[in-house]
DNA sequence: ATAGGGTTAG
């Protein structure tokens, strides 16, 4: 152009800006200045903040500010609306607050904004604040205001407010969008309602990406983890193409069942659909690989992905530390500093617990009391808990129990079965008693528990206080939780239970449990009797064992795959010591990887030792 | 003649 004015420059950055290219709106804004010596007036400069709020340029944001100071032009709705969404979204709540104040005239985008900012932020009660002022102030709802306000309810989890906003939404009468019905679905999910949600999905006259996978995310959120993984068959049958948050919820919803077979599928399918360096996406393929007990699938997304956040980096740190391995938890978190990424609560309950595998002590005590206080990171009941696991695994329970008592917090069961799970490993059953009454008083359901203080007894050949305990589950009337296997071969689960001989293939494999008992007898393989609570002949103890359910699933799994094939278990309760050391013999003669992912540990058993340094 | 705010995720 020979000559071009504000507005053609102006015209020119809204549809730059529109498209997404915040960056070169604020290259045009200097152009502008420089080459054509022309002052911005309030379009531009509305423009030109938004676009700094949208690529994170908070310098420039400021220096527009400054200019708009300057050139008066702070009286334009439009300009101080962008302020305001500035400020919020660089999480300045009291810049935004100081511009939504000190000028005079709000609207509802006023509003829209700083409640959007501040829910972004987790400024949860200060939105809840601002939502009543803009009621106070009579400033009309529109369809953003709801969709902002649907996100404060599932913030919340506040359903009774969730159902107050959806009622006047309802009556306004407004016209509905896909915006509003999946914040709505939104809403219901995240308050614990997935049948309602389900019923506004069903409603909805059209459905996007965006509708599907909210309504699959509430799914997730319920627990609904199947249902997920069969709506989205129903989604794709409907021709709608997922996109990466779809893929996030999905790979969610497999570690959650421990379904690799989906997982591997879903990994396959995402990387095919182009999402390979969606930072979501890989965050949830390693959530998935290390929960699906494959650990070396998860360091290889995570050295392969281009783009990491925080959530990445304690995503394979906690990985890491979930299955014992210290060392390598404890490095990646030394690579995560050196490469500049903020470390948060998260990732220290990563590296207490690293600590914990590793027995080091006084370096998990340096964390806690020094470099997390350097890091502004205040710890809170997840870290104490680490260190009483760091402290009991180290052998010292009395310290860990002094700890426990001078520690200024208040304990949950989490924290006491902890320490009592490290009496049962140190064969502490004085302390371990105590703890065990401790946590049955705060949990007195806990069938765990009771177990373990059966065991306990029984272990130290105190058959009254068994049957003190078997009375006292009989009183209480806990029923004994039945043990539960499952592995998955190629694509079908199947699952086993200890003491049932219903499988149709149950004859072999019971022969095959007993062929491989026998190999790893000579090996040193004594079965522990004294675990089976049942009256019966010594003989027959012996073949309570092997009745146990794990026992199966790995005789099975062997039975039905490829000779080197990794065997994958998931079991339901704690793995018992007999099952243990059963299998660390059975890896070394069968030459199998063995992994057992139980109620909370993963076991790696690999030529005859198991990741856990058999502390578990 | 040119301008602003929103949904799903780890």
Not at 60 to 88: D, I, P, W
Not at 154 to 175: A, F, I, P, W, Y
Not at 330 to 345: R, T
Request: a negative charge; hydrophobic letters at 40%.
């Amino acid at each position: 152009m020979h000559s071009r004015n504000v507005v053609s420059w102006s015209t020119l950055m809204t549809g730059l800006f529109q498209k997404g290219f915040a960056i070169e709106v604020l290259g045009l804004f200097k152009n502008m200045v420089l080459e054509d010596n022309l002052c911005p007036n309030e379009y531009i400069l509305a423009t030109t903040l938004s676009s700094c709020s949208n690529s994170g340029m908070l310098k420039e944001g400021l220096q527009c500010h400054g200019y708009v100071l300057k050139t008066g032009l702070l009286f334009h709705q439009y300009v101080k609306n962008a302020l305001v969404r500035m400020y919020s979204t660089f999480s300045d709540v009291e810049g935004a607050t100081r511009v939504l104040n000190s000028i005079p005239g709000s609207d509802t985008v006023t509003f829209n904004s700083i409640i959007h900012g501040l829910l972004d932020h987790g400024y949860l009660s200060e939105g809840l604040e601002v939502l009543c002022r803009m009621a106070a102030e009579c400033v009309v709802w529109d369809n953003v205001t709801y969709v902002n306000v649907f996100g404060l309810c599932s913030r919340l989890k506040d359903l009774k407010l969730g159902l107050q906003v959806h009622s006047r939404m309802l009556k306004s009468g407004d016209e509905f969008d896909l915006y509003l019905g999946s914040a709505i679905m939104d809403m219901y999910g995240k308050c614990g309602q997935i049948s309602v949600a389900r019923k506004v999905f069903d409603g909805l006259q059209t459905r996007n990406v965006v509708s599907w996978t909210a309504i699959l995310a509430a799914y997730l959120q319920n627990g609904c983890f199947e249902e997920a993984l069969k709506l989205f068959l129903q989604m794709e049958l409907e021709g709608v193409v997922p996109n990466e948050y779809t893929f996030a919820v999905l790979l969610n919803a497999s570690s959650s069942l421990s379904a690799f077979g989906y997982g591997n599928s879903l990994h396959a399918l995402a990387e095919k659909s182009g999402f390979r360096s969606h930072i979501i996406v890989g965050n949830a393929l390693i959530n998935m690989y290390s929960k699906t007990g494959i650990i070396e699938g998860a360091y290889e997304v995570f050295t392969d992905m281009l783009y990491r956040d925080s959530i990445t980096w304690n995503s394979i740190i906690s990985g890491y530390s979930h299955h014992g391995l210290g060392k390598e938890a404890l490095a990646v978190f030394h690579d995560m500093l050196a490469a500049g990424e903020h470390p948060n609560y998260v990732t220290f309950i990563g590296v207490l617990s690293a600590c914990g595998h590793l027995g080091r002590v006084q370096e998990g005590f340096y964390y806690l009391h020094q470099l997390m206080e350097e890091m502004g990171i205040k710890p809170g009941l997840e870290h104490y808990t680490c260190m009483v696991g760091l402290l009991s695994k180290a052998g010292l329970l009395y310290e860990a129990e002094t700890f426990m008592k001078s520690t200024p917090i208040e304990w949950d069961v989490v924290a006491w079965r902890t320490l009592l799970s490290a009496c049962q490993v140190h064969r502490n059953y004085v302390l371990g008693k105590q703890v065990a009454e401790i946590v049955l008083h705060m949990d007195p359901d806990d069938v765990g528990t009771y177990t373990l203080l059966s065991n306990m007894h029984a272990k130290a050949k105190s058959w009254d206080g068994v049957a003190t305990i078997r009375k006292l589950m009989r009183r209480r009337d806990i029923k004994k939780e039945p043990g539960l296997s499952w592995t998955e071969i190629r694509n079908d689960t199947h699952i086993f239970v200890s003491d049932d001989n219903s499988h149709p293939e149950s004859n072999q494999i019971h022969e095959k449990v007993k062929e491989l008992l026998d190999k790893i007898k000579p090996l040193g393989y004594v079965p522990d009797i004294a675990s089976v609570l049942h009256d019966v002949e010594e003989e027959q103890k012996e073949e309570y064992l092997g009745h146990h359910s794990e026992k199966l699933a790995i005789a099975y799994t062997i039975l039905k795959t490829p000779s080197r094939a990794p065997v994958r278990i998931i079991k339901n309760l704690r793995m018992c010591d007999d099952c243990h050391s059963a299998v660390k013999l059975m890896s070394k003669v069968t030459n199998r990887v063995i992994t057992v992912r139980d109620v909370n540990h993963f076991h790696c058993f690999r030529d005859g030792m198991c990741s856990c340094a058999d502390y578990w």
